[in-house]
């Protein structure tokens, strides 16, 4: 929009403060629903997308190709602009049938994700009312219809049909993903015929998940009811679904099941009711195709989804039946890969390779990750004795896979069959024999469960994940990086932390980076000083879960290779933690200084936390910068056997902006952990209510320190007290003067402890050390028949004792003999 003239200062501080305003109302936006639900190969349609916070919404991200955006505009009606988006898509003549996946960006955030679906057919909206069997709406054939199941809800749908006409219908339900919770919608099809009999029904079909697909022959010229529901009759009012009725072909299963990347090979699609439909196929020349499946089609149209394919560079082969006897095994080769079908009930498929002693391979089953109907066992025997060396039930779901190593020189044969020991027709499966091979892959770990992080980088500051790595026949130190993140925006995950099982990957943008978006791919390799000629890479990726059923089983999740890394504008507030100056020791504390800044005008709670808690490290998760304040103390603490290292720490700072909230993260910072500075042994002491006691403590000096520590004696019980105590480098000795009181209470306090604060670089190192044991015993009773004490009186002094006549006698002597010597002297 254009003006003619130049606004004021004022119009133009006002303007500038509605949008402010505008904004920051707009944090968190949430993306609920598309309308409609699906679209065509070749149309140019507008979509409305709803939801709320949407109001500055600037971009559709689209993560599968074959979609291109038009235009995206708001509405004109003030009351809709935070509610719903207009944009106008194109759809091409090629694009990837099935769910197309979408989140709307805005200047504040990122919105959940919403599937929008490709079909080859004409689209056209459900009528109401079709809830009665005898007035259906009427359908030509191949085409789709948009519609949702209410609650008991059941919609017909009419075709026509000749005899021996095949009729399909197919359903994407679930796997729209926007009906969740413990009656989420679950999809139920079935053909019937006028008289109301069911031709075909299907509930929950493996080549479609939860989603349902029927195929039959029209037995007559005539009408045919499609009917659709919910399984259990639910329905939540975002039970949609885009239903496919016509004469297309419709499969549930192909052999081959796989491929490499380039060739052309003929494929044969089984499960449709005509029977077998053969194809030559041309496959794409790029390995690692995300949800790579195979177009069905005939002379009568194509299938409305996809059928899953795997590309793998190594050689195939077909069973030849008969193989159900390792004896009459099909020869294959080790590295390869073998493909066939358990056609019968009791069938088993027998494939046989030689091997020298202590070979090792991976053999792996893909049936039902192919969407075959089969349950795998796979079996390993030697050929010739038939001992099992090897097998396995569902290490991969309800696949197979096992770690093969030949325990001699010699064939070996390798056999699958149901675990039910069922059989039928489109129970294919795929078996690849391979060599050990290092892999690496790591996920986003959930803060809240069940709830996805979104990587939401406002300009200037950071987000975080946690990544959880998981390797593969490999150790070492693992990395991230990717060329293809948003500009202005770098990843770190700082050295210490790269060797562990998780680490933090904080993603930062600079303060002057454009608001952008997009589905970054991320590299997880392995970057260990120790293997610099190793090259071991995987994807960073991320399980978003869009259908959670009863006891939080995830019924559907969308398995994305590139994750939405988003720009944003600034956040009202900045955070930075202070570098300790001291480290931590183990069995010690900290805490760690957070500051803030705030916007004039903005003033809310900060919740920080860290981001990760290094290893034997604890730290509190519900510290707030509350209003009013700009700093907190995060307290942290060590455990005794916390690793000794120093780890480069981040928090998550997360605040309420306008209608929802904004998370960011802050710069690393070191924090160290090391052994303690001194250690104390303490022994047993006893003392009796009311009275005192010398508590001795030895000192065990660990590591010189200047200056003088002061020592608190505590877990002592009520009532009972000690002086605080001084400590040096060169103490070896504390002596506590515990008192009690006739009020300190009786019994055993075996957890006395000290604290020591030891002064370094103006800051103090905390050591929580020891585990003493006090008792306090109350003073013994008198007997209870013990005569009462007599009352004290002074004490008489002692009479003299009269001498006998032979004492008498001899001081008599003794007193002459005195006397006559003194005499003499004279």
Known sequence: MRTTRLASLGM????????????????????????????????ELTITLSGTNLEDAEELLLYDDGLEVLSLEHPEEEKDKAKKVLVKLRVADDCRLGTQRMRIRTRTGLSDLQNFVVSPFEVHNEKEPNTDFSAPQELPFNSSVVGRIDREDVDYYVIDAKQGQRISAEVFGTRIGSSTGVNYFDPYLAIIDENRFEIAVSDDSPLVHNDAVVSAIAPRDGRYVIQIRDSSYNGDGRAHYVLSVGNFPRPTSVIPSGGKPGETLTVTFLGDPLGPITQDVTLPDVPNIERFGLEVRDEFGLAPSLQPFRLSPIENTIEAEPNNDRKAATACSAPGAVNGVISEAGDIDYFKFTAKKNQQFDIEVHARRLRSGLDPVVTVVNTESGKGVVSNDDSRGPDSYVRFKAPEDGEYSVGVYDHLRRGQEDFTYRIEISPIEPT?????????????????????AGSGIVANVQRRDIGGAVNFRSDDLPAGVRLECPEGWRGGGSMPVVFFADSDAPLSGKFSAIETFLDDPKQPDRVVTGPLYQDVLMVRGRNNNRVWEERMNRLPIVVTQKAPFRVWAETPAVPIVRGGSLNLIVKCEKEEGWDEDISVRLLQNPPGINSSGSVKIPKGKTEASIPINAAGNAALRESMISLRCIARVGNGSIELCTEFIPLRVEEQYVTLEFVQSAVERGKEVTFPVKVNKQKDFTGTATVELLGLPANASAEKMELTAETTELNFQIKTTEKTPPGMSKNVFCRVMVPENGATILHNLGSGVLRVDKPLPPKKDSPKPAPKVAKAPPAEKPLSRLEQLRLQKKQQAEAAQADAGE
């Not at 690496?440 to 992080?453: D, G, I, M, N, W």
């Not at 979104?454 to 300009?459: F, L, M, T, V």
């Open 12 to 43: 133009l501080c006002s303007l500038a403060f509605l949008l402010c305003s505008q904004v920051a109302s707009a944090a968190a936006p949430r993306f609920t629903a598309v309308t409609p639900r699906a679209g065509a190969r070749g149309q």
């Open 440 to 460: 690496l892959q790591a996920s986003p770990t959930e803060f809240s469960r069940y709830v996805q992080h979104q990587i939401i980088i406002p300009q200037g």
